[in-house]
């Protein structure tokens, strides 16, 4: 019976120290990879009281506006437009949730 229980917690210890050497190797790499993302990062131009520099766009709000649209037109397919009230019926799992999500304060301001 003891050898059993001693093999059980030789088995544990490694598997625990296998984890936490993994667990390393992960966190040294995704060091890594941070600081080959820093010396990739993106300019982008800060806009100033000038009327020259308001003029000029910035690319960054095109693709914002670009996407936007997209998602938009995306969407718009998927919604019935004629759907009569009575057979919307929300189920109160729904109501209750809705409301909690109302009621909470915005924790990310």
Do not use: H
């Not at 910035?58 to 938009?72: E, T």
Request: charged fraction near 20%; proline fraction near 3%; charge should be positive.
């Amino acid at each position: 019976m003891n050898n059993v229980l001693i093999d059980g917690l030789y088995l544990s210890g490694i598997g625990v120290l296998v984890v936490f050497i993994v667990l390393i190797l992960l966190m040294i790499s995704i060091k890594i990879l941070t600081l080959f993302d820093k010396q990739a990062e993106i300019d982008i131009p800060k806009i100033s009281s000038n009327n020259e520099n308001q003029n000029t766009k910035n690319p960054l709000n095109d693709i914002a506006a670009a996407v936007a649209v997209a998602i938009y037109k995306k969407t718009r397919s998927k919604i019935k437009k004629n759907i009569p009230l009575e057979s919307t019926v929300d189920s109160s799992w729904i109501v209750v949730n809705r409301s909690r999500i109302l009621s909470r304060n915005n924790r990310k301001a």
